[in-house]
T-cell receptor, first 113, second 110 residues
C-alpha cells in the first residue's frame, strides 16, 4: 500500500496570505490527524477527522481550519499567515478501530516571509 | 510538549545499547509511543505500548513502562549508525490527540 502523501512538500508564502495543504491517507484509513512541528514548540496536535467529521481539535486559533472529503483525503487551511506559522505540517492516518497507530506522511514545510 | 519530557541529546558508541528516557504526566494515558525522525523526513512509528503493559520487545527495541513513576524508556540494542535520528516519545490521551516530548537526538560515536 502507498503511504500517506502530502502536497506540496515545500511552500513559501508571505504574511497575510492564506495556504491550503493536502493530505491523502493510506488507502482504507478514514482517520486523519494534523500536527504542526516547530523548533520552539515541538509537535503540536491541530485536529483529527474521521469520516468527514472533525472529532477533536487542539489549541490553535481559528485561522487554522481543516476538512475531510468523502474519499478521506483531508485539507488544512491557514488564513492570514503569520511569521510564526512557519513550520513542518505533518499529517497522519490510522486504520479503523486502530486509532492507536498513526502513520505519518513526509510533511509540508511552510515558510512564511 | 511540556507534559512529556525527554533529554535533548544522547551520545553512545556504535555497538553499545542506547537507552532513551521519557516521563509523562497523565496517568490516564492509554498508549505510549516511540517515533523516529530522520533529517528531512517525517515521523516513523517505531513501537508503542498499551498502558497496562510493563514491557514490549521487538527485535532490537525494548520498551519499558513504569506506570507508577510515569516513566517510559526505549532501549536500542547494538546501536548502529543508521539509528542516528531524533526519537520522540508521545502519549495518547483519552481523546485522539497525541502529546509529544521535545525529542531526543541520538548521536552515534564510531
Amino acid at each position: 500500500k502507498a503511504g500517506v502523501t502530502q502536497t506540496p512538500r515545500y511552500l513559501i508564502k508571505t504574511r497575510g496570505q492564506q495556504v491550503t495543504l493536502s493530505c491523502s491517507p493510506i488507502s482504507g484509513h478514514r482517520s486523519v490527524s494534523w500536527y504542526q512541528q516547530t523548533p520552539g514548540q515541538g509537535l503540536q496536535f491541530l485536529f483529527e477527522y474521521f469520516s468527514e467529521t472533525q472529532r477533536n481539535k487542539g489549541n490553535f486559533p481559528g485561522r487554522f481550519s481543516g476538512r475531510q472529503f468523502s474519499n478521506s483525503r483531508s485539507e488544512m487551511n491557514v488564513s492570514t499567515l503569520e511569521l510564526g506559522d512557519s513550520a513542518l505540517y505533518l499529517c497522519a492516518s490510522s486504520p479503523d478501530g486502530r486509532e492507536e497507530t498513526q502513520y505519518f506522511g513526509p510533511g509540508t514545510r511552510l515558510l512564511v516571509l | 510538549g511540556e507534559d512529556v519530557e525527554q533529554s535533548l541529546f544522547l551520545s553512545v558508541r556504535e555497538g553499545d545499547s542506547s537507552v532513551i528516557n521519557c516521563t509523562y504526566t497523565d496517568s490516564s494515558s492509554t498508549y505510549l509511543y516511540w517515533y523516529k525522525q530522520e533529517p528531512g523526513a517525517g515521523l516513523q512509528l517505531l513501537t508503542y505500548i498499551f498502558s497496562n503493559m510493563d514491557m514490549k520487545q521487538d527485535q532490537r527495541l525494548t520498551v519499558l513502562l513504569n506506570k507508577k513513576d510515569k516513566h517510559l524508556s526505549l532501549r536500542i540494542a547494538d546501536t548502529q549508525t543508521g539509528d542516528s535520528a531524533i526519537y520522540f516519545c508521545a502519549e495518547r490521551r483519552g481523546n485522539y490527540q497525541l502529546i509529544w516530548g521535545a525529542g531526543t537526538k541520538l548521536i552515534i560515536k564510531p
